[in-house]
């Protein structure tokens, strides 16, 4: 697939938050990354609102181990109390993704330089990403390398897993053309190893939020991909 990036991530812990146990201030991580969280670090390595980053398919190399931290979040009442936490432990993923232009954004028709993004996108992930990784929170530091998707042994090639019901990711004004914030839902399947996202047009179960208002930019807004490509 063309503008296609394949990189490993990895960190210590990982917290891909699953709505339904924040009830009472406590948190459990969901077994795999969330589309959207994919998205984010994909995002962290390049992104400008002319591209949209497609996460295709992740690679389990390791085995999915969980551990629970207490921790004492501050309350929007002020102070704090104790809270469970529940982290995924030793995480690596290999990823594979790609970009396309926005079609939501034909303002920024001038910033589409296909070449010339794709090299930016490179020569980030070769640089580490652009921005901090973390892997689904803040406190969740991460790494990126380039890497080929197949190359090692992973801990479930061979194996197949079905995760349930579970958050696919969430659907912004500027990425779908409506005026409105939705969250999307997903069966994943785990086939060798592999988990391949369905694309966020493609989930079938949407459930709307709030009405929202996409951010509008001009061209004072952003650097213009021929300036930055001289820079970098």
Request: aromatic content about 12%; some cysteine; hydrophobic content about 35%.
């Amino acid at each position: 697939m063309r503008n296609t990036i394949e990189f490993k991530v990895y960190g210590d812990y990982a917290l891909f938050t699953d709505p339904l146990t924040k009830l009472g201030g406590e948190k459990m991580s969901y077994q795999i990354p969330t589309y959207q969280a994919m998205k984010g670090i994909v995002e962290s390595i390049y992104w400008k609102p002319t591209i949209v980053m497609v996460v295709d398919a992740i690679r389990i190399m390791k085995p999915i181990k969980m551990e629970s931290k207490g921790m004492r979040p501050i309350e929007y009442s002020g102070g704090n109390s104790l809270a469970h936490y529940t982290y995924l432990r030793d995480v690596c993923y290999h990823v594979r993704a790609h970009f396309e232009f926005n079609p939501h954004r034909p303002d920024l028709a001038f910033d589409r330089n296909e070449g010339k993004h794709y090299a930016i996108l490179k020569r980030s992930l070769e640089a580490g990403g652009r921005r901090d990784i973390f892997l689904g929170a803040r406190e969740c530091q991460a790494y990126v390398e380039p890497i080929e998707f197949d190359q090692g042994e992973g801990f479930y090639d061979g194996v197949d897993l079905h995760f349930g019901t579970m958050v696919h990711g969430f659907n912004y004004p500027d990425e779908t053309g409506v005026n409105e914030l939705a969250v999307r839902l997903w069966h994943p399947v785990m086939k060798n190893g592999v988990i391949t996202f369905t694309r966020p047009e493609d989930c079938s179960l949407v459930q709307p939020i709030k009405k929202m208002q996409a951010k509008t930019f001009t061209a004072d807004d952003i650097e213009p991909v021929d300036l930055l490509h001289e820079q970098l």
